[in-house]
Every structure is written in C-alpha cells, then in structure tokens.
C-alpha cells in the first residue's frame, strides 16, 4: 500500500515480547525503587562505619581499640551502677558533705551580705571601705610568692600604672573603632608585637581575646570552619597530647569535633609524634603541641610536629599560653630551648597570653596566624541582620577597651630588656629549684621531676612510699597554693615573679614536710607490723582519702564522684 511499510515479523514479535514484560502492577515498580534505595543507604551506613573501624584500628592498634571499648563499657556500666537508689544516697551525702566544707571556706559565716540593690547609693568613703575590706579578705599571700600561677608580676609601679590606663579608657569598646580610636590603634599593635615576638613571616595577622581559653577557641574554630569550606569536612577530628590544655577539649565538645588523646610518655612526656600520624585520616582539622605545657612544663616535639604537618597538610597549632613572654626570650637568656614558633613552616596559629608572663591585667591574650585568611575564618559576619551589617572578629561582641589601654601600657612599660631580664630572674629561679630537688639528700630520694621542663613550670611526684597528695596538704598548711596533678599523681609549682623571689623558702618549707611525711609513714609501717597488718595499707588508704579530696584519682568511681564535686564548686562561685 503507497506510504506504508511492512514490519519484518521477527522485528514484531521482538517488540511484542518486550510489551508482556512490563510489569502490569505499578506497586511492583515502587517495591524495587524502595529496596534499591534502602541497599544504597545500607551500604553507604556500612562504610562509613567499616571506614571508623579501619580508622580507630589504625591509630590505636587492635589492643587499644578494645581497651577503649572496655574504658567505654565500664563507665557505662559504672554510671548505672550510681543510679541504684542506696549508692545514690551515699554517694550524695559524701558530696553534700564535701560541698559544705567548701562553703564554710568560700563564704565565711559572720559577712554582712548584698542580696538587693540599696535603697539610695552609697556615699564614696562607705564604697572604698568596704572596697578596703574586700580586698584584705583573708587569702593565699600570692604577694608574698606563695601562690602557684595565678598572678605573675604584681610589681607597685606597673600596678599604678595598668589603673591610671585603665582609667583612661574605663567606657571605651573596641566594637566602635570609630567612637574610640586610640583603642583600635592600641590593640592592632599589642597584636603586631606579639607576632613580632614569635618571629611571624610578613602576611601573618592576629586577633585579642578575653584569655587562653577563647584564644584556643578561635584557632580551632578556624580549623573546623577551613576545613569546611575547603575540604568539605562536616564530622570534624582534631588530636591534641594528652597532656594539652583543657580548653582544646571545651572546644571540642563546645564545636561538635571528636577528640583523640595521645599519651605522653615518661621520661620525656612529650607527645608521642608517631601515635599522632597514626590517627591522622580525612576528617582530621588540627594538630596541637604545648610550649609548654600546663601539668609539667615539658615543651612538645614541635618539630616533629611541623613536618608532621607539613606532609599530610594540617593545620597546626601551637599552645604558647603559659609560656608567652618567656618561651621567645631562653635563648637571649642562655636557656636550653626548642623551635616552636612560626619558624617552623608547619606551624599554623600560636596562642600566647599577654595576661600571662607579659605582665598584662587578667584579661588580655592574643591568637595568632600564619595568614590573614586563617584569621577571617574564625570571624563572624551577619549581613542580614534587621539591626544592620554585624561583624565581630571573635565570640564577645562587646569587649572592655580599658583592658587593651592597660595591656598596651604594660608592653610598653616592661620593653624588651625588661622581658628578657624577668626571663633570667624566673626560668632561673625554676632551675635553681629543681636542681636542690635533684641534690638535696631527703628530696632527690623521695622526689623525682618529670621529664625536663625548660621554662617555669617544675611537676614532681614521689618515688618511694610516700603519697604525693599528703605532701600537697603539708605545702598548703603552711601556706601554698600548689597544683595538684594526676596521670601520674603529682605537684606542680608554675615559677612567677614573686615566687622567684621567695623559692628557697619554698624549697625549705618541701623539705620540712618530705621530712613530716617520712615519720608519719615510719609510724603507719610499724603500727600495721605491730597489728600483723600489710604495711602498704595505710598508704593505699591515705591515697585514696585524698585524691577524692583534690579530685584527681583515677578510678572511674571517684572520676564520677568529682564531676559532681567540681558543678557544686561552680555554683558555689555565684552564690552571695
């Protein structure tokens, strides 16, 4: 027929086999689509927790995984164990017990108390007298060089001098640089120094903050937000020394970011470098070293570190908080040091604390960055704000500028000879001390220092059968305010300015009560032989006795015991 076509019959018959395949339910179409799709998750669910094993078993080894998995189970298995209602009570009563005896010590009975705004202002004499009284509370003589840390300088001059600047600026915010731009010129070079300081290559930038804390804060918000953006991790890792400061693990839970510790191990307690690359996988945003660090003044490999870095392209930080105005002065002063700063091409952000050695009010840190665009990612800008256009260079809003003025006045005040001799007096001071640990015939038998602290931090725990902790207490019963450590049980003295001054009577004071213990364990041992006692009992006890008290046992029981401990304190601080 014109304009048709005949159609092969094996052609016909191909198309008419494909026709009855078709399924004729629709449901059976929905069915496949819905298996297909839950395989796919199934198998995505599968890896990624297959990818975490192979993950874990290569950073910890198969014997470190299960002990991780057995830590974990116990303290689960602990926690319910202290919500059965007779340990519950028990437990709570020894807690109540403990907070009670902590009150009576934070809030003396007899105080006239301020609950509620006064009916009509006080005059100005009845303000300083009571301002007087406050002051002179009964307290630890850190003026005397008996506090540990805490106040680091407290010379008259540069005290006078931080108030007449803090005067100066006492209503100045530095979130309006144009309202108070003697503020803005003041930070941006107290910032502009410390890089200085820590041998920053020309591009480097740097924030101000409120203390140590938020300055770690900052660079592992930068960390997280860096990756983010350019490597598109969402579940970000970051592995710090065990021995870092707390605030990397306040980060880590504040950011979401999963946290690995790596041990420290004697004799050294540098961080272990090669457990470090062993964790190392897609996720992870940051690496960290202390120079030095808090529990005892050991400088980490940072070297290691930086090449560590350098190699699998992580950012790294470097916590120079406690080490601040010291750490860039050993070498002027003819100290032993180690590289740690931005000379080592690995080396990302620095936190260091002008609060700290630099002699600045409480207040006053900085973090630091190799560049400026490390800086913006810790930044926060709002673009649609009902209020307008907010940005902020970190968390506060809002920030004192008196605390700058005072901070840039002392800077300029101590000068770089003032710094380097303040280096000489205080890491001399700490090597004094520990060298009469090391030789004094009681001490170098029943103390040993940890590793080898290079700066002014000195950590020591006992050798023989004496409990570390009782010694804390003798040292406080006489007036000093040490640091009590754990993992491994020990004291630790943060060297200052005013305890430079006064470290051969803390030196006298240890070996009095290293003598006190020595006699009280003399009497326990021969009491427990006369009772056909073990001799070790009475230590086991002390020990256990104590470290509940000073919160730093290691047994889960007492780790549960102190969290609760250390929330009662906190709410003790606000209560008038």
Same mark, same amino acid.
């Given at each position: ?441 009681? !001490? ?5 220092? @940890?590793? =080898?602290?290079? *700066?002014? +931090? ?6 023989? /059968? &004496? ?81 509940? !008290? ?5 047994? @889960?029981? =007492?780790?549960? *015991?102190? +969290? ?6 906190? /709410? &003790?601080?606000?209560?008038?």
């Amino acid at each position: 027929m014109p304009g048709t076509s005949r159609m092969p019959v094996s052609l016909r018959q191909g198309i008419d086999s494909v026709k009855r395949s078709r399924p004729r339910n629709p449901m059976q179409v929905v069915n496949l689509n819905v298996d297909l799709i839950r395989n796919i998750v199934f198998f995505l669910f599968l890896l990624r927790w297959t990818r975490r094993a192979l993950w874990k078993l290569k950073g910890r080894g198969l014997f470190g995984t299960l002990f991780e998995l057995f830590t974990d189970a116990r303290r689960i298995l602990y926690g319910y164990f202290l919500r059965l209602p007779g340990v519950r009570t028990k437990v709570r009563a020894q807690i109540d017990d403990a907070l009670t005896k902590m009150q009576a010590k934070m809030i003396p009975a007899g105080q006239t108390r301020y609950l509620s705004l006064p009916k009509e202002g006080w005059a100005e004499d009845a303000i300083r007298k009571e301002l007087e009284a406050l002051a002179t509370m009964d307290h630890t003589r850190w003026e005397d060089g008996y506090v540990s840390g805490a106040v680091y300088s407290g010379e008259d001059d540069l005290l006078k001098l931080q108030t007449e600047a803090y005067g100066k600026f006492t209503v100045a915010n530095p979130i309006h640089p144009d309202v108070f731009p003697g503020v803005r010129k003041m930070e941006a070079e107290v910032v502009a120094m410390v890089l200085s300081l820590f041998n920053a290559p020309p591009g480097a930038a740097g924030v101000s903050t409120s203390g140590g804390t938020e300055s770690i804060l900052m660079a592992i918000l930068s960390a997280r937000q860096k990756a983010y953006h350019e490597r598109g991790v969402t579940e970000p890792e970051m592995i710090i020394p065990e021995t870092a400061h707390t605030a990397f693990r306040k980060a880590a839970e504040y950011f979401k970011i999963k946290l690995h510790l790596v041990s420290c191990p004697s004799p050294s307690y540098q961080v272990d470098v090669k457990r470090v690359s062993r964790l190392i996988n897609r996720n992870t945003i940051l690496l960290v070293g202390s120079a030095p660090n808090f529990p005892h003044g050991i400088i980490d490999d940072i070297s290691a570190l930086s090449k560590l870095a350098l190699r699998k392209k992580i950012p790294l930080h470097v916590d120079c908080c406690l080490g601040s105005f010291l750490v860039p002065f050993l070498d002027k002063a003819g100290f032993d040091s180690q590289p740690f700063d931005f000379r080592l091409k690995g080396v990302t952000s620095i936190s260091c604390d002008t609060h700290k050695y630099g002699f600045a009010p409480k207040g006053n840190s900085t973090v630091l960055y190799r560049t400026a665009e490390l800086r913006a990612y810790q930044y926060f800008v709002d673009p649609s704000w009902s209020g307008g256009v907010y940005a902020s260079p970190g968390i506060a809003g809002s920030r004192p500028g008196a605390l700058i003025a005072a901070c840039w006045a002392s800077l300029m005040s101590v000068g770089e000879e003032g710094y380097l001799k303040s280096c000489t007096e205080i890491v001399g001071s700490t090597k004094k001390l520990a060298e009469h640990i090391r030789t004094h015939p009681t !001490l170098a038998q029943e103390l040993e220092i @940890l590793g =080898n602290p290079l *700066v002014s +931090v000195l950590a020591f725990q006992a050798r023989g /059968d &004496l409990n570390i902790y009782d010694i804390a207490d003798g040292m406080s019963s006489r007036g000093w305010h040490l640091n009590a450590l754990q993992n491994p049980p020990a004291i630790h003295v943060a060297v200052t300015a005013p305890v430079a001054k006064n470290w051969e009577r803390l030196a006298s004071d240890l070996e009095a009560v290293v003598e006190e213990e020595r006699e009280k364990e003399r009497v326990r041992q021969v009491e427990a032989l006369k009772m056909g006692g073990n001799t070790k009992t009475g230590k086991q006890k002390a020990q256990g006795d104590t470290a509940a !008290l000073y919160g730093v046992a290691g047994s @889960l029981p =007492n780790k549960s *015991v102190v +969290v609760d401990l250390a929330r009662g304190f906190l /709410d &003790l601080l606000y209560k008038a």
